[in-house]
């Protein structure tokens, strides 16, 4: 029970080492600490966390509550903006109202009598060990009100002088960027109309030189597919608040009489020892969600760089017969089996089967596809429209757009207003009788453009264009419930909590370049588990950076994801075919631990090694990636320390042959590299093990057992 034990007002929160104390008292709810946990004893809280008052300040400290108020004195982004249409409204102060807790929940209704206003809060400690927070704006007057934000804040502590943020662009996402906090403002914003490639609603706030295992780290993410802004304030009053919300367009959200705004859920967590206990978190979240698919990923092979948009029926069986020889369990048609679809300049939103190339519908593919025992996957880019199309023909009206202007176009596109629920049946219909005709048991949902100008009955429209999104989607898979769904947006423009909830894959990026890969996927693996990664073994050659790598480091890259392949593998060598089904029959057998262990990443010294790994939940058995991916400087690198491990446990560590890995200037290697080692995991851990010298850009795999 989150009683009142520290004060009047004062509840505590507490889940296994951790512990939220809010103060109900003030205005709106304030979080007043998150971290680690308080313990029992809660006496005499209330009166230690009564802030000193400045000579030269106002004779009060505002509350720095979840929805702070500029009205009250709070120097910083107040969490409610709005006004009405004569002014009014914009600097509201709420009382509190009603407060209902129990162990791991609490909500709070505050109100302003005065602009007629009521917020409501929702604090939820899940059992993944996430807090989710959310407010709701209700218009209780018998005006409208125009809300301009509304921010959830928490504070971290002035000790959280450091920050990571994620930059990025399409095939380069999850660019970590390291930034020192100080008196002023971090702003990250996004404005894409969807996720983005370049700035995820995410933030890490930790003491100084947090690593992977080591620091303590504060971090907020908000659960949102559309626009965003994540804010860490460091006033000169000392505090540092982090605030997130959906970022809101001007007029966006006019609440009309009796009408509410709901923010997304924003999902925060703590660690005290590094980011891997702040994945640890939010993979379990995902992982304990209802939509979360616990059965094996199928290794999946996409058409999409081998043929591009030449659909030719001989070739594609010839590639579901090479697939269905190598072990692939999945075969997906991509973009261009669609009416007018030749290229990229024509054909979205015609979502049937292009007579042209398909004279009998996909059946023959399919029925090839069933046959050889594989499942069979389909490409939509549901929310678009080609100019050049027979839907934009027939409704021009259905574009999310100001017709007024010229329209701004995206690899020759317009956004579709899913807002509209004209619009959405439309799609709805189209997909379902895909889904419904045909054995389909897999959709890529792909989404290539940025929302510019995306005007909703002449209104701002993004927010009802994420919801129109949400909804159609829910709607498609309450109808298939065995459809898998992925979340794709030129590559990774669009993965955040709230879409992983509606899919159960995400396309990392287009950049199939394993050196490239390495680092996104390691960015990816901060808030998201590694069967949600869908991961693509690539041809020799990139097609987006041009860069040639082994089939080693490919293979090594891609096999701790779900696993796919993105090659044309009819021009695969035998000895490359043969040696992808040995890797693919690898990765099923690893599969299992790969898709439901303890996702680590290493810390190393080196900045040319990147390592990570994955440990069963009883800790008896890892596999590891050590990857080099730059020449080091040194010789040798330092040794590897293995987080996770059980110290009591003696593990039996092996190289795992996995396309010939030893390539290097190495005249011997450790002996441990050919023959194994045992050793106990108190070692691995302090002094760890000296790697092998393999050549830039390249990868080894280690299997430990517990003996
Ligand atoms: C962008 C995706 O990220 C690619 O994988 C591919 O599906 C293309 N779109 C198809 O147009």
Known sequence: MAAEQGGPGIRVLRSSGFSVVIDTSTPSP??????????????????????????????????????????????????????????????????????????????????????????????????????????????????AYNVAALRVCVPVPARAMEALSFAGRWTNEFV?????????????????????HDRMPT?????????????????????WSGNSAVTVESSPNGRRIVSVEELLLPGEIVLEVGASYETPWVALAYSPDGINGISDKFHAELRGDSSHRSTARPVTLNIWEAVYFDHNLDTLRALADRSAEIGVERFVVDDGWFHGRRDDHAGLGDWWVDQSVWPEGLWPI????????????????????????????????????DTR?????????????????????????KIDGLLSSYPISYVKWDMNRVIVHGSHHGRAGVHQQTLGLYALLDELRAAHPDVEFETCASGGGRIDLAILRKTSRAWTSDCNDPLDRQRIQRGFSYLFPPEYMG???????????????????????????????????????????????????????????????????FDHSNP?????????????????????????????????????????????????????????????????????VSVSGRVLRTMGIQPPIIDAESVVLLHLRAE
């Open 30 to 143: 304030t979080v007043l600490y998150w971290g680690a946990d308080v313990g029992d004893d809660l006496s005499g809280l209330a009166a230690i966390v009564e802030p000193p008052i400045s000579q030269g300040s106002l004779d009060v400290v505002a509350p720095a509550s979840i929805t702070p108020e500029h009205g009250s004195g709070y120097p910083g982004k107040p969490g409610l903006e709005g006004h009405r249409a004569n002014g009014s409204g914009w600097a509201p102060r709420f009382q509190p109202a009603d407060v209902d807790a129990d162990s791991s929940r609490l909500s709070c209704i505050s109100v302003d009598a005065i602009e007629q206003l009521e917020l409501h809060t929702e604090i939820r400690l899940e059992h993944s060990g996430l807090l989710r927070l959310r407010v709701s704006v209700h218009n209780t007057a018998d005006v």
């Open 176 to 196: 970590p960027i390291r930034e020192s906090l100080r008196t002023g403002t971090l702003s990250v914003e996004n404005r894409s109309g969807r996720t983005s």
């Open 203 to 223: 933030i890490f706030a930790g003491t100084p030189a947090f690593t992977e295992s080591s620091g303590e780290v504060w971090a907020a993410h908000l659960e």
């Open 366 to 401: 399919v029925h090839h596809v069933a046959a050889l025992g594989m499942e069979f996957g389909l490409w939509f880019e549901p929310e678009m429209v080609n100019p050049d199309s027979d839907l934009f023909r027939a409704h021009p009206e259905w574009v999310l757009a």
């Open 405 to 429: 202007y010229p329209p701004v176009l995206g690899r020759h596109q317009l956004v579709l207003d899913l807002g509209e629920s004209s619009v959405r049946a439309y799609l709805f219909d």
């Open 535 to 601: 991961a693509h073994i690539g041809g020799p050659v990139s097609h987006t950076t041009k860069r040639r790598h082994s089939l080693a480091f490919r293979a090594g890259t891609a096999f701790f994801g779900h696993l796919g392949i993105e090659w044309n593998v009819l021009n695969a060598s035998a000895d490359e075919t043969a040696a992808l089904a040995s890797v693919i029959a690898q990765h099923k057998y690893f599969r299992p631990l790969l898709h439901a262990g303890r996702a680590l990443r």
């Open 608 to 676: 040319a090694v990147l390592a990570h790994g994955v440990i069963s939940e009883d800790q008896r058995e890892a596999l590891v990636s050590y990857a080099v991916i730059a020449t080091p400087e040194s010789l040798m690198v330092e040794s590897l320390l293995f987080p996770g491990l059980d110290d009591a446990v003696r593990y039996r560590v092996e190289v795992i042959n996995l396309v010939d890995p030893f390539h290097g200037a190495f005249r011997h290697q450790p002996q441990w590299t050919s023959q194994g």
